[in-house]
Nanobody, 125 residues
Framework: QVQLVESGGGLVQAGGSLRLSCAAS????????MGWFRQAPGKERQFVSA????????VYADFVKGRFTISRDNAKNEVYLQMNSLTHEDTAVYYC??????????????????WGQGTQVTVSS
């Protein structure tokens, strides 16, 4: 059974930063692609970023490029999302999930298997 637990969300002023963490259970964490998604009230869940199992390849949604950085530590079974220059539009619940091996598919929501419960990020303008 895979369990994912996000943490690090909170309230931050526009222009500020937050670092989200996702702790995973499972002996094969090091073989999983990991992704971050977000969902704002009344909106669909959208892809934010993903990282290959090895950490050697990353993908970002256009709206976070240059502001967010995804990383992972396979020894700790954790994946991170460093978020800088936050704006009110970044307000959402952020979820981590286990994703497809093919990096070409990482932005597609239904290719992800296991999801965390989410962590709320609120950016005040």
């Amino acid at each position: 059974q895979v369990q994912l637990v996000e943490s690090g969300g909170g309230l931050v002023q526009a222009g500020g930063s937050l670092r989200l963490s996702c702790a995973a259970s499972g002996r094969t964490f090091g073989s999983w692609t990991m992704g971050w998604f977000r969902q704002a009230p009344g909106k669909e869940r959208q892809f934010v970023s993903a990282i290959r199992w090895s950490g050697t390849s990353t993908v970002y949604a256009d709206f976070v490029k240059g502001r967010f950085t995804i990383s992972r530590d396979n020894a700790k079974n954790e994946v991170y999302l460093q978020m800088n220059s936050l704006t009110h539009e970044d307000t959402a619940v952020y979820y981590c999930a286990t994703g497809p091996r093919a990096m070409a598919l990482v932005s597609t929501l239904n290719t992800y298997d296991y999801w965390g419960q989410g962590t709320q990020v609120t950016v005040s303008s």
